[in-house]
C-alpha cells in the first residue's frame, strides 16, 4: 500500500511539474488567424520555448491543464502579434531624439518648433524630422532663407516626412562646402541618384533629394555609440506600446546589426527583427561570405537586402513613365541604374537571400518587375518571396505581373491617408486608379503584407487598419472614403499585418497566427477589431504585447 501511495503521489508530482511548463491564458475573444478554428477563449503554450500547445475552448484547455499556471485577461480581444512588414526602427529611434516637426502646418511653424526644442538642446547641430511642404499654404519646398533668422550661426538639418529629402540652413551649407574634398554647391550638376535644389543663378536653396542628402551627412557629426544605443532602445519601447511583436526592418547596415545582435545576446529584443541588409554594401557582403543570419533566440534575423529603385512622390522623386501631372518635364529619380540594380539583384539571387526593392513610381516598379523576371527566368513562379515595397503607383496593366511572377506587394495603408490630399495632382485622374490599389492587387491574386514605413508614418498598427478599412484620416474626411473601391475588410487588414506579413518575412511556420507549434506572440486589445466600427479601429486600446509567450508591454492600469 505503501508503494501504490508513493507511486501515485510521485505521478502528481510529475504531473505538476510538467504543467509548470505550460501557461495559459483566456479571454472572451481569442482571434487564432486559423482558418479550421478563428475565434477561441483559451491559450496555452510552453514557457520553455513560446510555443502554442493548445488553442480552444476555455473549459477544455482548464480540464486538459489543470495545474498550469492561469491569466484570464477578462473582457478583452486577443489577436495574432502584429507585425509591422516594412519599418525602419534606427531611423524612428534617431527622430525620437530629435525636434518633431510632423504635422506642422507651415515654414513659420516649423521654426516655431525648432526654437522651443533648441532651448533644451542648446549644443551642436540642430536636427530635426517630419516636415511636409504638401501641408503648407505655399507647397513650394522651403529654403536656408527660412531657417536663416532663427538660426544664422547653428547649423540646422531637417529631415522631410518621408525620409526622401533634407533641409538645411546657411550654416549648415557653409558646414558642407568646408567637408574636405567637397566639390563646390554651386553650378548645375547633380549627385547621381539624387537632386540638389538650386536658384535660377546656380546656388543650393537648402533643399536636397535623396541621394544628394548624402552629401550633407558627411558634414553632420556621427552618433556616439551611447546615442546609438539609446536609440535603439527607446525605438523598440515604442513599438512594443503600440501592439508590434515584429518587424521588418527595411534597410539595416553591418553596424546597425551589430548592434542589434549585442541587444539579442542580452535579451533586450522584445521584438521579433527580421532585419534586411541596406542595398549592394556591406552587410549584404557579410550574408554573402557567412550566408543568411539567424539570432539562436529567435528574436533576430537577416536573410534578405533592401534594395532602391526611385525617390518619393511627396518630393517627386518617384520615377514615372510619363511626367508628373503637377511638374511638366520632370519623370522623378532612379535613385539605383537599372544595370546596378540589376547587378545587385544577381548578387543577392547568388546568395540565396529575398529580394525587397523599395519602388515608388510606375517606371520604378516597372523597371523592378522586369529586372525580377529577368532574374528569376523559370523561378519567377516559384516560392522566392522577392518583395516590391511600397508599390505605391502602378500601371494598371503591371499589377495582374505581380501575381504572375508571385511578387509580394508590401503596401502602407496610412501612405493612401496622408498622401490624398496631393497624389492626383502627381500624376492625374487616370495613373491615380494604379495608386495605392490594395484591393486590385488583392482581386488579381498579389500577396499583399501591409506595415507604416515609419517613422515616416506613426509607429501605430492601429491607424494602419483604421486606414486600410476606411481610407479616411482621422477626422473621417471623406465621408465615403478616398477612392473607397480600394478599402480592404477589417479581417482582411488584420491579416495583413499578422499572417501575411509572416509570409513575406518567411516565418509563417513561426509567427503570424496563433496555432499549436507557432509562438505564443500576441497583442491584447479592449475590444474586437473584427466587430468595432470602423472608425473606432484607430483608437483601440493595447493592454499588452506579448512575445513568446513573456509580456513585453503591459498598459498602465
Not at 533629394?209 to 544605443?229: H, K, S, W, Y
Not at 549585442?262 to 557567412?290: H, M, T, V
Not at 479581417?491 to 499572417?499: I, K, N, Q, V, W
Request: a negative charge.
Amino acid at each position: 500500500m505503501r508503494h501504490c501511495l508513493l507511486a501515485v503521489l510521485l505521478s502528481c508530482f510529475c504531473a505538476a511539474q510538467a504543467q509548470a511548463d505550460v501557461r495559459l491564458v483566456t479571454a472572451a475573444t481569442i482571434h487564432t488567424g486559423a482558418a479550421d478554428a478563428p475565434v477561441a477563449t483559451a491559450l496555452a503554450w510552453d514557457t520553455a520555448d513560446g510555443r502554442v500547445l493548445a488553442v480552444g475552448d476555455r473549459q477544455a484547455l482548464l480540464t486538459l491543464y489543470p495545474l498550469a499556471p492561469l491569466t484570464d485577461l477578462g473582457d478583452v480581444t486577443v489577436v495574432p502579434g502584429l507585425i509591422d512588414a516594412h519599418a525602419h526602427l534606427m531611423y524612428l529611434g534617431q527622430t525620437l531624439m530629435q525636434a518633431d516637426l510632423t504635422g506642422a502646418d507651415s515654414r513659420a511653424e516649423v521654426v516655431a518648433r525648432l526654437q522651443r526644442f533648441a532651448a533644451d538642446h542648446p549644443d551642436g547641430w540642430l536636427l530635426g524630422n517630419g516636415w511636409d511642404q504638401n501641408r503648407w499654404a505655399d507647397t513650394r519646398f522651403p529654403s536656408a532663407a527660412d531657417l536663416d533668422a532663427a538660426f544664422p550661426d547653428r547649423p540646422v538639418w531637417l529631415g522631410r516626412v518621408d525620409g526622401h529629402a533634407g533641409w538645411g540652413n546657411s550654416a549648415a551649407l557653409r558646414a558642407l562646402a568646408a567637408v574636405p574634398g567637397q566639390r563646390t554647391l554651386q553650378g548645375r550638376w547633380q549627385p547621381a541618384g539624387g537632386r540638389i535644389e538650386r536658384d535660377a543663378a546656380g546656388r543650393p536653396t537648402g533643399v536636397f533629394v535623396d541621394e544628394a542628402m548624402g552629401l550633407m551627412q558627411a558634414a553632420i557629426p556621427a552618433p556616439t555609440a551611447a546615442a546609438r544605443e539609446q536609440m535603439l532602445t527607446r525605438a523598440l519601447a515604442a513599438a512594443a506600446s503600440q501592439g508590434l511583436t515584429g518587424v521588418h526592418d527595411m534597410g539595416v547596415s553591418r553596424e546597425d546589426l551589430a548592434l542589434m545582435r549585442r541587444f539579442a545576446d542580452a535579451g533586450r529584443l522584445p521584438l521579433r527583427i527580421e532585419a534586411y541588409a541596406d542595398g549592394n554594401g556591406g552587410a549584404l557582403d557579410d550574408l554573402c561570405a557567412q550566408g543568411p543570419y539567424r539570432h539562436a533566440g529567435g528574436h533576430l534575423a537577416m536573410r534578405g537586402v533592401k534594395l532602391f529603385m526611385d525617390g518619393a512622390l511627396g518630393s517627386r522623386g518617384a520615377a514615372l513613365l510619363a511626367d508628373y501631372s503637377d511638374d511638366p518635364h520632370n519623370r522623378g529619380l532612379l535613385v539605383t541604374s537599372p544595370a546596378d540594380f540589376e547587378t545587385a539583384v544577381r548578387k543577392a539571387d547568388g546568395c540565396g537571400l529575398q529580394v525587397a526593392t523599395h519602388a515608388i513610381g510606375d517606371r520604378g516598379n516597372r523597371i523592378v518587375l522586369d529586372t525580377y523576371a529577368r532574374v528569376l527566368g523559370e523561378r519567377s513562379g516559384g516560392d522566392h518571396r522577392w518583395r516590391v515595397e511600397h508599390a505605391q503607383v502602378v500601371a494598371l496593366e503591371d499589377i495582374p505581373r505581380f501575381a504572375q511572377g508571385k511578387v509580394i506587394a508590401s503596401m502602407q495603408p496610412t501612405h493612401a491617408t496622408s498622401d490624398m490630399g496631393w497624389a492626383q495632382d502627381r500624376v492625374g485622374p487616370q495613373r491615380i486608379l494604379g495608386a495605392y490599389a490594395w484591393r486590385r492587387m488583392l482581386a488579381a491574386g498579389v500577396p499583399l503584407a501591409l506595415g507604416s514605413d515609419f517613422p515616416v508614418e506613426q509607429v501605430d498598427p492601429r491607424l494602419g487598419l483604421y486606414a486600410a478599412v476606411t481610407r479616411q484620416d482621422r477626422t473621417g474626411h471623406p465621408s465615403a472614403g478616398w477612392q473607397p473601391d480600394q478599402r480592404l475588410s477589417a479581417a482582411e487588414a488584420l491579416r495583413g499585418f499578422t499572417a501575411d506579413a509572416a509570409f513575406a518575412g518567411r516565418d509563417e511556420d513561426r509567427v503570424g497566427r496563433l496555432q499549436p507549434g507557432l509562438q505564443a506572440d500576441f497583442v491584447v486589445f479592449d475590444r474586437d477589431p473584427l466587430q468595432v466600427p470602423p472608425a473606432q479601429l484607430a483608437d483601440l486600446q493595447v493592454r499588452a504585447t506579448w512575445v513568446g509567450g513573456t509580456p513585453v508591454y503591459e498598459a498602465a492600469r
